[in-house]
Antibody, heavy 115, light 111 residues
């Protein structure tokens, strides 16, 4: 059974950097894209970006200048950072396995940006 | 403003069928057969129902089906059940620059 467990700071001030990490338990780490998706309160989902186990990344053009996605296959973990956060970045952030088939999701982390 | 357009809400009675639409452009829904649908109950992570327009992952009941015509994709839920009451999100591949776009989500109410 594949499980994704994610963690990171839940409250940030404007201009700080958001950092989240996701650990994968069960199943293979190689051969998959690993994805970050977020959901502002009461709104729809937004794709942030994805990383291949080998390190190749794709990012949302609207966030590309601020987001970095990295992977550590030896630990079966992947991470994201988002710099210069504002209130608009307040959302539940999810880590996900997959690209065309996003079958396994983390539990979600509510990240609030407030002064 | 989401890239894909979904109705904000739909409703149906138990046993009925409902269809949720997801309208994009020729640059996303109409251009690729990579539309997926997700079901999300309050406070929970989304769950994939359909991928690649009409494929169901193992474990998803065949009451859920997907289709596409032109720039509009559709999710049909037949034999509505109370537990189908949830939010539904569509997603489409949008090319090598934009990559992936989502709809704004549709709230399904089972009357």
């Amino acid at each position: 059974q594949v499980q994704l467990q994610q963690w990171g700071a839940g409250l940030l001030r404007p201009s700080e950097t958001l950092s989240l990490t996701c650990a994968v338990y069960g199943g293979s780490f190689t051969g998959y894209f690993w994805t970050w998706i977020r959901q502002p309160p009461g709104k729809g989902l937004e794709w942030i970006g994805e990383i291949w186990h080998g390190g190749r990344t794709n990012s949302n053009p609207s966030l590309k200048s601020r987001v970095t996605i990295s992977v550590d296959p030896s630990k079966k973990q992947f991470s994201m950072t988002l710099t210069s956060v504002t209130a608009a970045d307040t959302a539940v952030y999810y880590c996900v396995r997959g690209q065309f088939l996003r079958e396994y999701w983390g539990q979600g982390n509510l990240v609030t940006v407030s002064s | 403003q989401s890239a894909l357009t979904q109705p904000r809400s739909v409703s149906g009675s138990p046993g009925q069928s409902v269809t949720i639409s997801c309208t994009g452009t020729s640059s996303d829904v109409g251009g690729y057969d990579y539309v997926s649908w997700y079901q999300q109950h309050p406070g929970k992570a989304p769950k994939v129902l359909i991928y690649d327009v009409n494929k169901r992952p193992s474990g998803v009941p065949d009451r859920f089906s997907g289709s596409k015509s032109g720039n509009t994709a559709s999710l049909t839920i037949s034999g509505l059940q109370a537990e189908d009451e949830a939010d539904y999100h569509c997603c489409s591949y949008a090319g090598s620059y934009t990559h992936w776009v989502f709809g704004g989500g549709t709230k399904l109410t089972v009357l």
